[in-house]
């Protein structure tokens, strides 16, 4: 049990596109879900929380404008990369917290590379 | 959130057991001690977490000192599969769990 996904596990994409990395929770519902970004050789930094149903809080230095978060569903959370650029570049992880519990679980990964 | 200090790097024979320590001398009372582990281009697996008792699952051991300012975490038995970096996390209900803010962690490497 307590499974997370990503989609994609990998994506190229051009400078100045945008691109969605989805974050579900297979078998519960999560109400907070938390994205990372990890960058070679360096540790996972927060990125921001989010809660289903509300605005997401991002870490100090995160731009929300950048890393638009939505998390429309107890199942569901994206993480959309706008205007990217190659310093973006990274491992991106999200982790999901069970509804009336403590423990996050964590996604497998997408490595984002803009070209 | 309290600091961890960490060796960067140990290494460990496998078949034999890997002592993983983690100081966290700036811990608060309401604080556990988290273990995560992440191999390569993976996300993090939680290992075990503990208040103040020792704790054994099937993956580890935790050993926490009385005074709670450091940790040790025991895979008694490592094997190749356990080669990962090893973070150390204390989590306390000051932000009701929310967050898990990892240090630089224990790169562990076990060889043949």
């Known amino acids: 049990g307590a499974v997370v996904s990503q989609h994609p596990s990998w994506v190229i994409c051009k400078s100045g596109t945008s691109v969605k990395i989805e974050c579900r929770s297979l078998?519960?519902?999560?109400?907070?879900m938390f994205w990372y970004r990890q960058f070679p050789k360096q540790s996972l930094m927060l990125m921001a929380t989010?809660?289903?149903?509300?605005?997401?809080?991002?870490e100090q230095g995160v731009e929300k404008d950048k890393f638009l978060i939505n998390h429309a569903s107890l199942t569901l959370s994206t993480l959309t990369v706008t205007s990217a650029h190659p310093e973006d570049s990274s491992f991106y992880i999200c982790?999901?917290?069970?509804?009336?519990?403590?423990?996050?679980?964590f996604g497998p990964g997408t490595r984002l590379t803009v070209t | 959130d309290a600091k961890t200090t960490q060796p960067p790097s140990m290494d460990c024979a496998e078949g034999r057991a890997a002592n993983l320590p983690c100081n966290h001398s700036?811990?608060?009372?309401?604080?556990?001690v988290y273990w995560y582990r992440q191999i390569h281009s993976q996300g993090p697996q939680y290992i075990i977490h503990?208040?103040?008792n020792n704790e054994t699952n099937e993956m580890a051991s935790l050993i926490i000192t009385e005074d709670r300012k450091s940790s040790t975490l025991i895979l008694p038995h490592a094997t190749l599969r356990d080669t990962a970096v090893y973070y150390c996390?204390?989590?306390?209900?000051?932000?009701?769990?929310?967050?898990?803010?990892f240090g630089t962690g224990t790169r562990l490497l076990v060889s043949p």
């Open positions: 989010s809660n289903e149903g509300s605005k997401a809080t991002y």
């Open positions: 700036t811990i608060s009372g309401n604080e556990y």
């Open positions: 982790s999901a917290r069970e509804v009336g519990a403590y423990e996050q679980y």
């Open positions: 996390i204390p989590r306390g209900t000051d932000t009701g769990f929310q967050k898990l803010v």
């Open positions: 078998d519960f519902q999560a109400t907070t």
């Open positions: 503990g208040l103040k």
